[in-house]
């Protein structure tokens, strides 16, 4: 099956400066590639996603980029604010056939964002 | 209705009691999700049911029975737990595949005692 690895698992930064976490995969197959955001005590949050179509995708201080050649994606969040601070997973779907509705995760970021 | 609504929030239960964890969703999704996560760790699948019959079940034990009645709602069935079974239980919900849309609940936080 798929393997997401996904590094740093720990990252501070000060605020109104930029994160990135970077995610891996191993399966070829894997054309789907949501980010998730999860606060304390809450559910993930779909934040920004990507196909493999796509190299790159933006929506205001949130970004991500893929390289399929290389099989990784990264999650870039610029000018980040002390809200930003949550635990951010990656993940990977073919979503077709035996493997329908299934997303690989990342072992997650803990990104902390100081005042 | 964007929402996917699990009940209960928070559930205390001992290792000989029999318990339900309820999901519901009104839109439209014909794919529902069980997932169990502990505390700083990914989601882990256990179940997912497309068109209302479980298509993977991540070899969960069977104190743990998941059960669709129609396309709206999930329950997960639990007896026997054991003290490490104590998580965050996760629904979720899509349309068809997860680059549709994958929706999760906001979860039941359970406890073994």
């Known amino acids: 099956g798929e393997n997401v690895e996904q590094h740093p698992s720990t990252l501070s930064v000060q605020e109104g400066d930029s994160a990135v976490i970077k995610c891996t995969y191993s399966?070829?197959?894997?054309?789907?590639f949501p980010w998730y955001k999860q606060e304390l005590g809450k559910r993930p949050q779909l934040i920004i996603d990507?196909?493999?179509?796509?190299g790159e995708k933006k929506d205001q201080r949130i970004a991500v980029t893929l390289n399929k050649t290389a099989k990784h994606f990264s999650l870039h969040i610029t000018e980040t604010q002390p809200e930003d601070s949550a635990v951010y997973f990656c993940a990977a779907s073919s979503g077709r056939g035996s493997t329908l509705g299934r997303l690989y995760f990342g072992r997650g970021t803990q990104l902390t964002v100081w005042p | 209705d964007t929402e996917v609504t699990q009940t209960p929030k928070h559930l205390v239960m001992g290792m000989t009691n029999k318990k339900s964890l309820k999901c519901e969703q009104h839109?439209?999704?014909?794919?529902m999700y069980w997932y169990k996560q502990k505390a700083k760790k990914p989601p882990e699948l256990m179940f997912v049911?497309?068109?209302?019959?479980?298509?993977i079940n991540e070899s969960v034990p069977s104190r743990f029975s998941p059960e669709c009645p129609n396309s709206s709602l999930l329950n997960l069935h639990l007896h026997a737990l054991q003290p490490e079974d104590s998580a965050l239980y996760l629904c979720?919900?899509?349309?068809?595949?997860?680059?549709?849309?994958?929706?999760f609940g906001s979860g039941t936080r359970l406890t073994v005692v």
């Open positions: 049911y497309s068109y209302e019959k479980l298509s």
């Open positions: 990507i196909r493999s179509n796509v």
């Open positions: 979720a919900s899509s349309p068809l595949g997860v680059d549709y849309g994958y929706t």
């Open positions: 399966d070829s197959a894997s054309n789907y």
């Open positions: 839109m439209g999704h014909r794919a």
